[in-house]
């Protein structure tokens, strides 16, 4: 043999090695999504904050197209920019309360209603300002309607699952006692009006809380590196909700630790789970149960901080209420996750990413999405499909 026709037959099998390598990474997970049989199941989702990105519900309708649930009427898979009642960016339109229609559905998913607002700065300059500007606006739309919470309670008692979050108990709905105690009612949950955010760096907090940190303090505004900002809306100062600080120095950890129970729905979600986001403090009713925790781990001195404010340590993160049906509420943007579109179409993503997120530190929110969002909302949906097909 020639050394010419040795290096072809190398060049060859190095070809048709890197060939194999990229079928099974690439084209073998997408056709055996492919052959996958999808299952019925019928999802409303109510989004009243849909950015141009549809961030608030997108990760969620990803699920759906990933685990292949159709639409039982049209025979279709959820699209990632599917239909939805709510806010419609593309033409800034949105849906009146008549248009809700929940007969029918196996899922309601109610994922955020603070709404949008409108402002006189062009959207290019309104992005370039945030957050160290605060922009005033008019509150275009949002919160939920009697009409609306109405449909909600009625989809419950005939035996629907629910499932809300963070932050359909807040602004607007929190200048509505009566329509935010039907809330806390539908949930079994009760709303304190402490919420609280991770900041990589507290540089990047809002201006209106600098300024009411500044004027409650009569301090200028220093944090900065990692830390959590709490606001506390019924204790007001100047006008202004109470803020504490938890910098580097309050903070055994940085994050909000996610932390589970023995309930069902989390029997396969990642426990010790970093979260960083968007989270409220919650009291839970009688009957209700918490799957889920948020831990703050502090120092001595973080904890002090807390102590005087009243701010527990550990707090429901996900509360079940199971009377007629089960209904979760989510006390966080659990979500608002970015995940890439072509992953949908893997089949058993969640098997490698799942695993290979459990092994190292991810500061961000994939490492919460593939250990805890996805395997919360796989139990979740297995148990709707489950009673679907029971009642059929």
Same mark, same amino acid.
């Given at each position: ?11 060859? *099998? ?21 052959? /996958? ?6 999802? *409303? ?26 639409? =039982? ?24 309360? !008549? ?19 409108? /402002? ?17 606006? /008019? ?5 939920? @309607? ?59 907090? =809002? ?44 903070? !055994? ?15 396969? !979600? ?15 009713? =009688?009957?209700?149960?918490? !799957?889920?925790?948020? @831990? ?19 707090? =429901? ?18 979500? @608002? ?47 709707? *499909? ?5 009642? @059929?």
């Amino acid at each position: 043999m020639t050394r010419s026709s040795a290096r072809t037959r190398h060049t060859r *099998a190095i070809i048709a090695g890197i060939a194999v390598v990229l079928f099974v990474l690439f084209i073998a997970p997408y056709i055996l999504w492919l052959l /996958t049989p999808p299952t019925d199941l019928a999802v *409303a989702v109510i989004d009243k904050t849909a950015g141009s990105d549809l961030q608030e519900h997108r990760s969620f309708l990803w699920l759906l197209r990933h685990w292949k649930y159709r639409h =039982p009427q049209t025979g279709d898979l959820y699209e990632q920019e599917g239909a939805y009642y709510g806010f419609h960016p593309e033409d800034s339109s949105y849906d009146r309360p !008549a248009a809700l229609r929940l007969d029918g559905a196996d899922v309601v998913y109610v994922t955020d209603t603070y709404g949008v607002f409108r /402002t006189s700065v062009p959207q290019e300059e309104y992005e370039e300002l945030l957050p160290e500007r605060f922009i005033p606006g /008019t509150h275009l739309y949002g919160g939920l @309607d009697s009409t609306e919470l109405s449909a909600l309670e009625s989809y419950a008692a005939s035996g629907g699952m629910l499932i809300g979050e963070f932050n359909i108990l807040q602004d607007p709905q929190e200048r509505s006692a009566e329509l935010r105690t039907r809330l806390e009612r539908l949930f079994g949950v009760r709303s304190t009006g402490i919420l609280g955010r991770y900041y990589e760096d507290l540089t990047d907090a =809002p201006l209106w809380v600098k300024e009411a940190y500044a004027q409650q303090e009569r301090t200028a505004w220093r944090h900065r590196g990692k830390g959590i900002v709490i606001t506390h809306e019924r204790r007001r100062i100047g006008g202004h909700p109470r803020v504490v600080v938890l910098g580097s120095e309050d903070l !055994a950890y940085s994050p909000v630790f996610l932390r589970t129970t023995d309930h069902w729905s989390v029997r396969h !979600a990642g426990d010790d789970v970093p979260y960083f986001h968007f989270f409220e403090v919650l009291g839970v009713e =009688p009957g209700a149960q918490v !799957a889920a925790y948020f @831990d703050l781990r502090c120092t001595q001195q973080g904890k002090e901080k807390l102590i005087r404010d009243s701010i527990p340590l550990s707090f =429901p993160a996900v509360v079940a209420e199971e009377r007629t049906a089960p209904r979760f509420y989510f006390a966080g943007d659990f979500a @608002d996750n970015a995940v890439e579109p072509f992953l949908a179409h893997y089949w058993q993503a969640e098997a490698i990413f799942g695993r290979a997120y459990s092994l190292y530190y991810i500061p961000d929110q994939t490492r919460y999405f593939w250990r805890f969002y996805l395997p919360l909302m796989r139990d979740v949906l297995d148990h709707a *499909a489950s009673r679907r097909r029971t009642d @059929d």
